[in-house]
């Protein structure tokens, strides 16, 4: 959908899956690296844990469907290559803390003039202005200051957060989808514009209105861990867990009704919950000595059985119940195969062959998924600036020079 | 700040979007859209409302379907046409909708649309370049397509509970139903995206989008981790498995915390001065991350005694002054205080005629040649009935008239 367009990406950790969104939509991405790799964003863990920075797996995972050449843009004969690259590029993707291009004066306010076409996408902790601008922060901090952490996990421990970076898996779609809508603009009006994307401010989305509705009622929220509200929604299996609400209103009833007839089947449904009226039941004024009656029901049947089971009859059934799945899972997982979500790419070099996700929404044409394996150090540094004229003479000097 | 200023009109003034469904993951989606100028109408029902328009109606709710602070603060800048689609005359006039829109979106269960004859055919009969896009929580094929989930089950499915919250306790996910704000960013994309292709080749696309695969999508690391080296990924509480300390601390007053997050030794050779200076941190083997590792348990101990006499924010401002990722842990009330968020002008107040002032939230994006905004609260159910009807597709006030006595318009 984006052929024809050249992403050149310099960002650090925090937005690499910025620039595989756009790959995946068929942007030619150039992922740039210092000379000898980016050893902080190809970390660990390695492939079969043996490390290295071509067997970095976060580096595989994220910068899948890029092209990567390495270049010191501080140097003096780095310079005029970086120009070169961004005469030929119409996005380039900063991530990282605010400034640090600007102060090599690599930045968008220095190169802007130049380059009018250009659209410069910067992802920053908390924006490229205001009071904070200055602050770092990775996926702990941002998280921390969105908003979200203070009323995820339990009430007797410390905020948590997604032990996965979740605060660049907001970020990623939203710097792509200012990108995209930067390019749109482009079309109209031929010029280029800065996209300023701040980790914390995207954070705030996963509330959902949250702030806002409290804004109006000052009604604090607290961390409730594996309850919602009053009742428990996350329960123990005989392998792990299930996602299951025991909350009431008129389009849980019939759900309601399934579950306790289905534990019937099994002689797990006592006479007082056979007869349970759910038309009549609130899980907001329900007695806390009725929840706990209710709650040692249900929970007793959960955990005589696997989380598949559980799964498999809560889809025949149509009961509102999810198992809390992990990787190994969700690689047999029925459903996604049977959509083909994941694809096998090889790495002969490394000698490994690797299962990815590969869309994030499927369309005809196979118009988004991965294009590539992730770039080798350097891999596509002839190849690209060839483009600029260079000749392999000329490469051979500037890798002498440590500019490539 | 955050009202769209009148010379700037956004990126999609003047394009037209239809929007069918309910909940968060699809509004959100279009939300992006609005927040660009696009003008985007709503297909609703009080036969079969939207589920955040009753989510917590009660008997005493004074304003009915118009009064749910969560529809109106995820809807600014939409119109809302009510319209029946259990009646024959009510589907005639989606589908006429369908031919003046760019973009339709809708998330309903799978086979639902088709139902109407608005299935991808269907729309393209009507609207040969439509872009339309489909974002239930599995998709549109498949043996679970029909699995009857919200965003909670959505965020299990998808390992976002699994990986969520202390080894030992339960998995419990993070606050908000994650693929119900991720997965709207991937819809706008997909959206945005066939929108810049179709002023290439004049044509629309389908888009199949799952909640639960822009989920899995957004988690690739996790699945390579598993996929190269058979290794499940679990919930770590706030530990990095690289950094250390890592973590987030108590602070003085009840239930006051700080995150500090010790990304590299300069960081921690930073944390050690800002703390005094304290005999412990030169313990051998703490100027590396592997020796902080191997004794972070310890490191955390240290630390915490010290953070719990300090006020958090201060803290943090002193923390960051030193070179060293850090802050306070904030709760909505200080969103609402935050210096950054109101530089960025992330709450924009909006009067609701129910509610009163609202504050509507921006985006985490801004773009410098057009600010974007919102200008008016989520609308009522209907509000934009005859406005669209009429000035859309040209029905007369007798037309109208004969629609509504005919219960075509609720």
Redesign the interface.
Known sequence: ??AGLRVLDLSDESGF?AG??LGD?GADVVKLEPPGGDLVGR???Y???EPGPERS??W???N?SKRGITLDSTLDPGRPLFRGLLARADVVIEAGPAGVLDAQGLGWDTLAPDHPGLVWCSITP??R??????????D???????????????PD????????P?AY??????????I??????R?D?G?G????????????????????????Q?R???RS??R?GRTR??W?TRD????F?LRGGP?RVANLEATVAWMDEHGLAPEWLRAFDWKGFSHLTVPDEEIERLEQAFGAFFAKHTMRELYEQA?AR?I?????????E??EH???R??E??VTLDSPEIG?S????D??????DH??GLRRRAPRIGEHNAEIYGELGLTAHDLEKLTAEGAI | MGRRERDAPG??AGLNVLELGSG?AGP?ATR?LAE?GARVVRIESARRPD?LRVLFLTKDSKFGLDGS??YV??NPDKESVAINMAAPEGVDLVQRLVGWADVVAENFSPGVMAKWGLDWDGIRALRPDAVF?SGCL????????R????G???????????????PD??????????T???SP??????V??????R?RTGRG??????Q???G??????????????G????????R???AAP?????CRGR?Q???I?V?DDDAWRALVAALGDPEWAHAPGLARAAGRLAREAELDRQIAAFTSAEDAPALADRL?AA??????????????E????A??G??VPLRHVH??E?????????????PGGFERPGPNLGEHTREVLGGVLGLSDAEIADLAAHEVLV
């Open positions: 959908m984006l899956l595989k969104l939509l970390r660990a863990p492939l079969r844990g797996l976060a595989l995972a994220l899948i908390f924006g202005a205001g009071p904070r601008a200055h602050w770092r922060g990775g702990l901090v941002v998280v921390a200051m969105g908003g979200n952490m203070k009323v995820t996990g339990d421990r410390p905020p948590v957060r997604c032990s996965m979740t898996y907001h970020a990623a779609p939203e710097a792509a989808l200012g995209l809508m930067a390019l749109h603009q079309e009006t010029r514009q800065l996209v300023d994307v701040s980790l914390q401010e995207t954070q705030l989305q996963s509330l959902l209105s949250a702030p806002g509705q409290f804004a109006r000052r604090p929220l607290t861990g594996a919602m929604e996350i123990a792990g867990w299930v996602s609400g389009a889809l149509r509102l119940l999810a198992p809390c799945n992990d990787a190994r969700l690689l029925p459903q996604l049977s959509r979500l994941f490994a690797i299962e990815h996700p869309f994030f929404a499927r369309t005809s118009a988004i | 990126v999609f968060a959100v992006y660009q589920f602070p969560m603060l995820l896009v599995f998709g549109q094929t498949g043996p679970q397509r699995y009857p989930g919200f909670g089950q959505g965020s299990a499915i998808a390992g976002f509970n699994h990986l969520t919250g202390w306790r339960e998995a419990h996910g993070p606050y908000g139903t994650i119900d704000s991720l960013r991937y819809v706008a994309v997909a945005v995206a066939a929108l810049l292709e002023r696309r389908h888009i199949d989008l799952s639960i695969e822009a899995v999508y957004s988690l690739s690391e996790m699945i390579v981790r598993q996929s190269a080296n290794e499940s990924e679990i919930r770590r509480g706030n990095s498995e690289r890592h973590g987030v601390y108590p239930d915390w700080i995150a997050a990304e960051q070179g060293v990722p850090a802050g306070p842990v904030q709760d909505f009330a200080d969103l609402l935050d210096p950054q968020l530089h960025r992330h709450f509610l009163g609202l504050l509507f939230e921006r985006s985490g994006l801004r773009l410098s040649e057009s």
